[in-house]
């Protein structure tokens, strides 16, 4: 009897003595707080921060919502106008030869307004329109000043078309209208699309510098390539494309150099084809009068050709009267 109390105790006492297991989820919670950087009072501090952001931006979505923001703002542009922080005047800065009126034109627009209620960005997209202006920053200065800083784009050129004249930049923009009485000293372009190749001519005269100021102007002719014009009256006429244009102009620049082709009374020379040099003689001068074939030009294919004069109106009488305009006006 003892045995068996001794067994039963035993038995009895083997079931109490076992451990339980930590249930499943306890397990997966605690190897999710050893994996993280910071302890259980951390993340519960943490996941409380997260729910005060988004209760704040659920306000937020309902006070725009309700426009109050907008409420909020318009009130603090009235009271700061009314301790005068508004715009009282305006300056204009960085210009030097565009007219400053279509700038205080669209910027008195903000005049009277408060000064945290100032459109700077509409402001400046406005200004920016205007031909002359290449950049432009708008700023306040309190208490009641609103600043105006231009970058003006630097003119390139004069543009004739369709018998009107206009000055450009080095990208084609029109800046102004330009008077033929008072032609400022700036090269001459003369066809459609030709305030578009500016940059391009700029390019061109840069391989023959020597002749940069002996140029009137040019003819951009059929959407391909240059006739130059220069002072002397001449016409250059260059073969398409960039390389062999900038070619025979540095060949052209050679032989004017050893023998002067300019100012001889010739009227056109032509390089379009590489294996001729054509010189074009004025109307009663014949091609076996003395000095008709410069010696430079001598083995280089050159004829002279003695032409009819072009006809009024034609596209070669229209380019050398703008030449001989741009000349004049220069002259004057």
């Keep these: ?15 109490g003595g076992r451990t339980r297991r930590p249930s499943p989820r306890k397990a997966w919670t605690a190897r999710l707080l050893d994996v993280l950087p910071f302890s259980e009072a951390q993340l519960y501090r943490l996941m409380t921060w997260v729910l005060g952001l988004v209760l704040l931006g659920m306000l937020w979505l309902t006070s725009l919502f309700f426009g109050l923001p907008a409420m909020l703002w318009a009130e603090a542009s009235d009271m700061a106008s009314r301790a005068g922080l508004r715009v009282a005047k305006v300056e204009v800065r960085g210009t030097e030869h565009m007219d400053e009126l279509p700038v205080y034109n669209q910027a008195l627009s903000q005049v009277d307004r408060s000064m945290l209620a100032l459109d700077l960005e509409g402001l400046r997209a406005r200004i920016m329109t205007l031909g002359w202006v290449e950049d432009a920053r708008v700023s306040r200065r309190l208490p009641d000043t609103l600043v105006v800083n231009i970058v003006e784009r630097r003119p390139a050129a004069v543009w004739q078309r369709e018998g009107k004249l206009s000055l450009i930049d080095g ?41 940069k100021p002996m140029l009137a102007g040019a003819t951009w002719v059929g959407n391909r390539r240059w006739d130059l014009q220069f002072q002397s009256g001449e016409t250059l006429a260059l073969p398409e494309g960039e390389a062999e244009a900038a070619a025979a102009l540095v060949n052209f620049a050679r032989m004017d150099g050893v023998d002067r082709l300019l100012g001889r009374g010739i009227v056109r020379f032509d390089m379009r084809d590489p294996s001729r040099f054509v010189l074009r003689l004025p109307p009663g001068r014949s091609g076996g009068d003395a000095g008709a074939v410069p010696a430079a030009a001598e083995g280089t294919g050159a004829i002279p050709v003695d032409p009819p004069a072009p006809e009024e109106g034609s596209a070669s009488a229209e380019a050398g009267k703008t030449a001989a305009l741009a000349i004049a006006g220069r002259q004057g």
């Design 1 to 15: 009897m003892n045995t068996a109390t001794i067994r039963r105790n035993n038995g009895r006492g083997a079931r």
């Design 171 to 211: 990208s084609g923009v029109v800046l102004a209208r330009v008077d033929p009485r008072a032609m400022p000293d700036l090269p001459l372009v003369v066809g459609p699309e030709a305030n578009h190749q500016t940059a391009a001519l700029g390019k061109l005269m840069d391989a023959a510098p020597a002749l």
